[in-house]
């Protein structure tokens, strides 16, 4: 799987450093800085945008098990942002994303929303900044939040500082915070952003 060292899977990481077997509790450590090439890095960084009471965090995570940035949605919420968090109840991963919002203490700080009448797997995987009430930008991107999304998968993450798309991704974010079914939240979505 993603951490089983050899030169097979990570070659570079094999010859930089020893065939060390990284370890996915340290984030900080050569190894996984190496595996990262950044993608951590600029995530633990945009959620700490959040430092006050002047902002907020909407996220839509479909995967929510890697602890290090479930710490970081509890860190902001200590500095006074307000954090709400629809994340995937009802698949495979329901498990694994409620262990670690409960070792963050996320769910005692009412922070998350769990999303419960999927029909089929919704990658949803953003999280929107406002500052004073107001949607300012928004990461996108093909990460999810495990050690395999943001580690082993070379996937990206988008910074976009852009009123109108954070403000659209935003107005998503709350209507898959009222857990609508799909068959509801369609015709809202298509409502939403029409084909040209």
């Known amino acids: 799987?993603?951490?089983?060292?050899?030169?097979?899977?990570?070659?570079?990481?094999?010859?930089?450093?020893?065939?060390?077997?990284?370890?996915?509790?340290?984030?900080?450590?050569?190894?996984?800085?190496?595996?990262?090439?950044?993608?951590?890095?600029?995530?633990i960084r945009f959620i700490g945008l959040a430092e006050s009471d002047q902002f907020a965090l909407r996220a839509a995570l479909y995967e929510l098990h890697y602890q290090p940035v479930a710490n970081a949605f509890a860190k902001a919420v200590e500095a006074g942002a307000d954090v709400k968090i629809v994340y995937?109840?009802?698949?495979?991963y329901k498990a694994g994303n409620e262990a670690t919002i409960a070792l963050?203490?996320?769910d005692q700080a009412d922070a998350v929303i769990p999303r419960t009448v999927t029909e089929g797997i919704k990658h949803n995987k953003f999280i929107v900044l406002l500052k004073d009430e107001t949607p300012i930008a928004v990461w996108t991107g093909s990460t999810n939040i495990s050690k395999g999304g943001i580690f082993g998968h070379s996937n990206v993450g988008h910074i976009v500082w852009d009123r109108d798309i954070a403000k659209a991704y935003f107005d998503y974010w709350e209507r898959l915070a009222e857990n609508l079914t799909a068959t509801k939240l369609r015709?809202?979505?298509?409502?939403?952003?029409?084909?040209?």
Do not use: I, Y
Request: proline share 13%.
């Open 104 to 106: 963050s203490g996320l």
């Open 1 to 43: 799987h993603l951490f089983q060292p050899g030169r097979d899977r990570f070659p570079g990481l094999a010859r930089q450093h020893e065939n060390a077997e990284p370890d996915p509790n340290n984030p900080a450590s050569k190894e996984m800085v190496w595996l990262s090439r950044g993608l951590f890095e600029a995530l």
């Open 187 to 196: 015709p809202l979505n298509r409502a939403a952003s029409p084909l040209p």
């Open 88 to 92: 995937d109840a009802e698949s495979t």
